[in-house]
Every structure is written in structure tokens, then in C-alpha cells.
């Protein structure tokens, strides 16, 4: 009677962690699909792999951010916005062609996008910080704002937005959001979600499109962008940032969140899930594609937007939600505004010092101490 | 294919009418209906069912809520609109004690207000006392505060409705409209089922909404809809309730409350001259006194708090004996055992009775549902803790789904209403259990546990820390 949902909860999530990855079936494995951004060229192409179900040990490598991987073929890495799983050598050298029962299966899984309690648990607990932390900054930019509806007369961009887990708080916020990613199966099943709630269909739209097709139709018409886990997805880096700052008006706000590049998330995600799970061959992960807040800081700020807050991420796997914290090894989230034109950014209330050394120096080199948003 | 059989299933129309089955321990496992893509009427952000105290305060307390600006609140009652024109002179016999903790909850949302501009009666000193022995407790705070307010059930009622009135904008109250149907969800999307619960009227026409509250009273239709379990069983005991003038005006500001064999008998302050009874006790004798004359009424009240022919000699021997013990090892001022006013004369046709019995959910969410009040829990009058309990589920809730609002998350999603149930069933499992477990203490005259409760009364009351402990978890 007492305690008793809290209990088997965590219980599912502590045998997740431990567990094998061998339980499921592969009819329950996700079929995965994924942009590859190309070097100079981006194209999205759509593969499906079967895998088996990394669901028990996702809660732990999600601690590191591991996510389900769909290899193409050998050279390219590429992940689907959301969950990356370890490839073993064996799944690498499996097919790459669409196959129509794969397609239904992952019509199925795709709808796993909205199961709570499911795969994507811990996205769902992600936005209990996420949402705050893009709601609490933008409110910084207005003056007064509709109790109810705090961002409401804003539009907002949301890239890699998946089954719009995170665009729909977003719209139930106020906000007029677009939510593009380059998975047509994710884009529909996002559109279907939101078809049942009047006041959301409304207020957001989907695209299934890249972020450089809508870059010309776009130009300075977004107050807001959110790029949650999908900077560590891209090959470019730069064109990425570039393409953001493009569609941002002067003055809005890009919100990333990503993981850190470090021996800790190298060690945690790869040693850990390797013993453990036994399903992470060396060598698999790209830890390559991961992004230290310093590269990302020294990226954006080369593309004229300052930035403003980097706060760490915790994810404890046990009870499934996540933390702030000042810890930024692993995962992390910024901030980031476009200085408006040949002016430097307003002051907020985290204007540093180095903020102006920077503008004055041009001094992308080394980004000093991170400003910790406390929770 | 497991897929292609729940795609099936969810095709096929069902909805739970009355009594729910034994469904899975968690979530209910009912298929939802196929959604036929009909252009979507108002899909209501919360709706209440139930308009009684509790649930009217929580569609008061949403709808004055700041982050619910947007939102679309529905209460449904199944009774008529009660509009109070003007006070009765005359005291209704069903009066509630509200705590501080829910007196706050009121004033949030302006309905204290109006509760004082009508009339209520604060008490500042609680007397309970035993029948088979001179144990006594006395309870008061330290600088005479106000321990609780004594305030008529219609009178807190017209205060919500008038509340309600005000920001109808926002809440919508359907009156003489009760529920006969609930349609699930499912827990997550299938293909083209309704993600919201419906609701069917009595005049057929249906609702949707994201979340459904049951505040319909302890035999909760939208309990036993959605297949949760309740722990329940009813008391031996039957309460009688009636408006009692007393011989003279006092100041009248103590509650008394004696445990008789029978059960407790209780005299709450309404005003300098009247008070209101709650006396529980076995079901034949609540028949017989309430069908009695009212003489002898009268005399059977005042014999019951001042006859002292359950007393015996050993155990009051005893019983000094261990007051000597108590103050030797903590020296307290003892308070000698006051009488409470004698009764004159009972109002005419206010004596009513009504069973008793205990009653906790297993669940207090679904997905898509919380129940608060009564409908989650019942309780024994001897702790006047009834509708404080349901006051308190009003408070921890609406921090919740505000919150989650401010978040823009989902208001039936889980995550939240857990936090609800776990946060609500830690304080009411407690109480519940704690009231239980002293209404079998002491409904016995057997000399052991006269003697165990007499020293266990005693000793409560020399230890000041946890007199203050017990005065602040019911006054939360």
C-alpha cells in the first residue's frame, strides 16, 4: 500500500542497469534510423537495423549518454536523435537496406517515443531540467509575460526534435514552436501525438526536413532554438553552429544540451557498459563525436553568439531523474545568445567580466570557469 | 505479433460502467475506445468529479491558481446548486473541525474570507479524557493560539461556491450532472486511440480531459472504475450528530472529547451558548438516542461526560500511582480533569446518525486520475481529522500539478502524480492508522488495556515535545 509503485519502479530500473541486454526479443528492438551528416554535404538517409534490446542496460549508459547506434557502413557513425545504443563488430556488418517488416516494427517502436516508462524514460526526466532552464532564460529576455503562458509570442526552433518530447512543453508554454528532424518516422509520429490536443496542434508544426534546407526561408525569424542531444550527433560542428546563428534574430537564445568529452564519460560509458552489459566491443562508441563545453564555447563564440551559462547534468539511473549540477564531465547544458548586430549582448544577470575581455580581445582560445546555474 | 493484438484490442469499444474489475495492479487495463477521428470537441485540461467540500475546494484552489490561467477546469455535481441567501438562525448539525494547515488552504483562494464574514468558532484548548479511568490529555498551544476552527459543513460550502462563482472563466461547474462512465486510455499511443479519459453523463453527452480527479465521497465511482483497490471495513459504530444548547453561556472555546466503552463522545464549540455533539457509538444505542425524548436526550449526554460508573477502584488506584510515578520523573504542572458545560436542551430534529467505518485506496493515482478525500480515504470522527486529511491531498496536489503546469508538462502524466501519492500516502496511512488503532484501545473496558491506555495517556500528556509533535501533524 505504501511505497509500493516507488518500489517496483525502482526495482525495474535497477535490474535495467544490471540486466542483460539479451532479454528482449528482437521483435521488441527498436529500428533505428538516422541522419548522417555529410563532411560538406548534409543528406539524410534512413536505415534500419534490428538490434537486441538495449533497453536493460540503457539505463545506466544513458548516464553517460550512450546512445543506440545505427552503423551505415563502416566509416560513417551515425546516430538517430535520441537513443544510442552500443554496436557490437557482429550487428556493424549486418544489412543497411530499408526493409519493409523493419519499417513496421520500428512503426511500432516509434511509438515508444511517448512510453514513459519506456525506452526514452529518461528523455522524459531530462525535461523536467530542460524545460526550466529554456523557460527561466527566456523569460530573462522580456519584461512581462501571461501568467499561464510565459512564453507566449515566441517562436521557437526545436532541431532533432524526435517524437517531440521536448517541443510540446515548449508549445504548452505559449510558444509557437517549429520541430524539425530529418526522420519521417519521427516527424509522424510527433504530428500524431500533438493531433489530439487542440490547443498544441495549433500552436506547433513539424517538418521532417535538415536544418540547412530551411535555413534561406528562415533567415533572423526565430527568438529561440533548442538542440537538445543532437550536437553530438553531427559531423559539422561548424556549419551546424552557422546555420543556427543564420535563422536566430539578433539578440535570441540557441540551447544546447550534449555530453562532454571526457575520460569520465569514456571510462563510464565504455568500461562500465563493456563488464556489465558485455555488449560494447573497444572501440565501438564515438566518443570521438562528443563535445566539450570548451570546443562548443569556442564554436559558438567564433559564430557571434556569447555564451552566457554552462551547467553540468546528472543522470542518477536508480531513481530516473535528473540533476543540475556543477559537475560538467558528462552531461551538460548552455546557453547562448546572438549578440545583436555590432552591439555587444545586454547585460543579464550573468554578464562576466570575460564576457567583455572576450569582445574586446576576440579571445576564443581558452573560456576560463563556467558559470553554474544552481537548481 | 503482440503488436498486431493490442492494435486489435485498442479497436475494440469498451468502456466500465459501475464497478470496476480486479484489474492489474497498476494502470487500468481497459481498451480504450477507437477513436473515430470526430473533430475534437473540448478536451478539458482537469475534471473534478464531485462537488462536495473537497472537490470544490480543489476546483477553487485550480482555478485561482496562477500557472492554470489557460487552463479549462470542470467540476461535476451531482446534486442541485445550493444557494444560501441568507444564514439560518438556526446551527446545522453537521460541522467540521478545520485545522490551521487547512484554514490556510482556504484563505489562498479567498473562501476563509467569507467563512469569517458568516460565522465560525475558533477553540483554543482540546480536552480528551477517559471513562474507565482519571487519565486525561489536555492539548493547547502555548500561547493560546487557536488549535482549530469549529465551522458548519453548509457554510464552507457556500463560501467555495461563492469563490467559484468568481472565476468561472476558468471553471465550469456542471450541476445536477453525475458520471455514469469512464473510458481509459491506454498507458501510451497506439494508433489512433484517445490519449484523454472520457467521461459519460447521465444525458449521454460525453466529455474528454487530461486528467480526472475523483473527489466523489468513500464509495467513489471513479475508484471503483478504474479498478483500484480499497482497503475497507465498517465500523461497529454509528455517529449521532446534533445541535445541543447549552445551560449557560460560556466562553466556550475548549473542545472535549471522553472515551467511553461505547465510543467517543465528543462536544465541539459552535458559539457562547451552543455546541455541536458527535457521539459515536454502537449501532443500537445511536438508534435508541436518537429516537429517545429529548429530556432524557439531554440527560444521557450529561451523564456520559460526567458519570464516573465506569471508574473501579484498583484501577484508579493504579492510576494515582502512576500519575505519582510520571510527575516524579518529569515534575509538569498536573491539570486537575475539568468538566465540560452541562447541556440543557437539544435543537428539535437536528439529531441525525450516520455509520461509520475506515476506508484507504491502494492506489491514489492512474494514469490520467488522482482521487483526493474521501474518495481516497475515510476515516473515524474521533480525530477530527476527516476533511483536514482531504484539505491536505488539495494542498500537496495542486503544488504538483502547478508546478508541472509552470513546466509545461503533461498534467495526467505520472511522474507528478506519484510524487502526489507517495507524499499523501506517508501522512494519511499514518493517521489512518493511529485513529484505528484508538478507536479499538479504547473501546474496551477491560482492565489491562485500561490500564496500558491510562499510562499511555498519562505519559503523552507530561511529555510536552510530543503533545506538540501530535498538535502539529493534525494541524497540517
Not at chain 1, 110 to 123: I, K, M
Not at chain 1, 174 to 194: L, M, R
Not at chain 1, 221 to 243: G, K, R
Not at chain 2, 137 to 142: E, L, P, S
Request: hydrophobic letters at 40%; a neutral charge.
Amino acid at each position: 500500500m505504501l511505497g509500493g509503485r516507488c518500489l517496483s519502479s525502482s526495482r525495474d530500473r535497477f535490474l535495467g542497469v544490471f540486466g542483460s541486454g539479451c532479454w528482449r526479443t528482437l521483435a521488441d528492438c527498436p529500428c533505428l534510423t538516422s541522419p548522417a551528416y555529410l563532411e560538406n554535404h548534409l543528406s539524410w538517409t534512413v536505415q534500419i537495423k534490428r538490434w537486441v534490446s538495449y533497453r536493460m542496460t540503457f539505463a545506466y549508459l544513458n548516464k553517460m549518454k550512450s546512445y543506440r547506434m545505427i552503423t551505415l557502413d563502416a566509416s560513417w557513425r551515425t546516430d538517430w536523435r535520441g537513443m544510442r545504443y552500443p554496436v557490437t563488430r557482429l550487428y556493424s556488418t549486418s544489412q543497411t537496406t530499408v526493409d519493409s517488416n523493419e519499417v513496421k516494427t520500428f512503426r511500432t517502436l516509434a511509438h515508444r517515443w511517448w512510453d514513459e516508462q519506456g525506452t526514452y524514460a529518461p528523455l522524459h526526466s531530462m525535461n523536467d531540467l530542460r524545460v526550466p532552464f529554456i523557460r527561466d532564460n527566456l523569460l530573462k529576455t522580456v519584461t512581462d509575460h501571461q501568467p499561464g503562458k510565459p512564453l507566449s509570442g515566441m517562436k521557437i526552433l526545436d532541431v532533432g526534435c524526435g517524437g517531440g518530447l521536448l517541443t510540446e512543453p515548449l508549445g504548452r508554454l505559449g510558444a509557437s514552436v517549429i520541430g524539425i528532424d530529418p526522420v519521417d518516422e519521427n516527424i509522424k509520429t510527433a504530428q500524431h501525438h500533438k493531433s489530439f490536443d487542440p490547443v498544441l496542434a495549433k500552436r506547433i508544426e513539424y517538418r521532417a526536413c535538415s536544418l540547412e534546407e530551411i535555413v534561406e526561408e528562415t533567415i533572423e525569424t526565430f527568438d529561440a532554438i533548442v538542440a537538445s542531444e543532437v550536437v553530438e550527433h553531427v559531423l559539422d560542428l561548424e556549419t551546424f553552429i552557422q546555420c543556427c546563428c543564420r535563422v536566430l534574430k539578433p539578440g535570441g537564445s540557441l540551447f544546447i544540451t550534449t555530453i562532454n568529452k571526457t575520460q569520465l564519460s569514456y571510462a563510464l560509458g565504455i568500461v562500465f557498459a563493456e563488464q556489465i552489459a558485455g555488449l560494447v566491443p573497444k572501440g565501438t562508441h564515438t566518443w570521438e563525436k562528443f563535445v566539450s563545453p570548451e570546443k562548443l564555447e569556442s564554436i559558438l563564440e567564433s559564430n557571434g553568439l556569447s555564451v552566457l551559462t554552462v551547467a553540468g547534468m546528472l543522470y542518477n539511473p536508480f531513481s530516473g531523474y535528473w540533476h543540475w549540477s556543477e559537475n560538467t564531465s558528462l552531461n551538460y547544458a548552455a546557453h547562448a545568445v546572438k549578440s545583436k548586430a555590432e552591439e555587444p549582448p545586454a547585460p543579464t544577470e550573468f554578464f562576466l567580466n570575460r564576457e567583455t575581455e572576450r569582445l574586446q580581445a576576440n579571445d576564443s582560445a581558452n573560456p576560463g570557469a563556467h558559470e553554474e546555474l544552481k537548481k | 505479433r503482440p503488436s498486431q493484438t493490442s492494435a486489435m484490442a485498442a479497436r475494440v469499444a469498451v468502456s466500465r460502467w459501475g464497478a470496476g474489475p480486479a484489474a492489474g495492479r497498476r494502470g487500468p487495463l481497459v481498451p480504450c475506445r477507437w477513436w473515430s477521428g470526430a473533430p475534437a470537441d473540448t478536451v478539458y485540461d482537469v475534471v473534478v468529479s464531485g462537488g462536495g467540500l473537497v472537490g470544490a475546494a480543489m476546483a477553487c484552489a485550480l482555478g485561482y491558481d496562477i500557472h492554470f490561467c489557460d487552463k479549462k477546469i470542470l467540476l461535476l455535481e451531482a446534486g442541485p446548486k445550493k444557494v444560501l441567501e441568507k444564514l439560518p438562525e438556526t446551527y446545522s448539525n453537521r460541522v467540521s473541525s478545520i485545522s490551521p494547515g487547512s484554514a490556510t488552504l482556504l484563505s489562498s483562494f479567498g473562501a476563509w474570507d467569507h467563512i469569517c464574514n458568516m460565522r465560525h468558532r475558533a477553540f483554543r484548548r482540546m480536552q480528551v479524557w477517559d471513562a474507565c479511568s482519571e487519565a486525561l490529555i489536555m492539548f493547547d498551544k502555548d500561547n493560546l493560539d487557536d488549535m482549530g476552527y469549529i465551522v458548519e459543513n453548509d457554510v464552507i460550502m457556500h463560501a467555495l461556491t461563492k469563490q467559484l462563482e468568481a472565476v468561472s472563466d476558468r471553471v465550469t461547474v456542471l450541476y445536477r450532472s453525475r458520471a455514469v462512465g469512464y473510458t481509459w486510455p491506454y498507458p501510451f499511443h497506439m494508433a489512433d486511440s484517445s490519449p484523454w479519459v472520457q467521461i459519460t453523463l447521465g444525458d449521454g453527452s460525453t466529455l474528454q480531459t487530461k486528467l480526472l480527479i475523483g473527489a466523489d465521497g468513500h464509495n467513489s465511482g471513479v475508484r471503483q472504475a478504474a479498478g483500484i483497490q480499497n482497503i475497507s471495513w465498517n465500523y461497529d459504530q454509528s455517529a449521532v450528530v446534533a445541535t445541543l444548547h447549552l445551560s449557560e453561556a460560556t466562553e466556550n472555546n475548549v473542545a472535549w472529547q471522553r472515551f467511553l466503552p461505547s465510543g467517543p463522545i465528543a462536544l465541539l464549540p459552535l458559539s457562547d451558548t451552543l455546541s455541536s455533539l458527535v457521539w459515536s457509538t454502537s449501532h443500537e444505542h445511536a438508534a435508541e438516542l436518537v429516537s429517545m425524548g429529548e429530556e432524557q436526550f439531554v440527560d444521557a449526554i450529561n451523564s456520559a461526560f460526567w458519570s464516573d460508573a465506569n471508574h473501579t477502584d484498583f484501577v484508579d488506584s493504579v492510576g494515582t500511582m502512576l500519575q505519582h510515578a510520571v510527575a516524579l520523573l518529569k515534575p509538569t504542572k498536573v491539570s486537575a480533569r475539568q468538566l465540560p458545560p452541562s447541556v440543557a436542551r437539544v435543537d428539535a430534529k437536528s439529531r441525525v446518525l450516520f455509520p461509520l467505518g475506515l476506508g484507504h485506496a491502494a492506489e491514489y493515482v492512474r494514469p490520467r486520475v488522482a482521487l483526493i478525500g474521501d474518495a481516497a480515504h475515510r476515516v473515524h470522527p474521533l480525530a477530527g481529522q476527516g476533511v483536514n486529511m482531504g484539505f491536505g491531498d488539495i494542498s500537496s496536489l495542486v503544488h504538483y500539478l502547478s508546478t508541472a503546469a509552470f513546466n509545461g508538462k503533461d498534467l495526467g502524466c505520472m511522474s507528478h502524480l506519484t510524487g502526489y501519492e507517495t507524499d499523501r500516502q506517508r501522512h494519511n496511512t499514518a493517521l489512518l492508522a493511529a485513529t484505528d488503532l484508538l478507536k479499538r484501545l479504547y473501546s474496551t473496558s477491560a482492565i489491562p488495556l485500561v490500564l496500558l491506555r491510562t499510562w499511555g495517556l498519562q505519559a503523552t500528556n507530561a511529555v510536552s515535545p510530543l503533545k506538540e509533535q501530535i498538535m502539529a501533524f493534525a494541524s497540517k
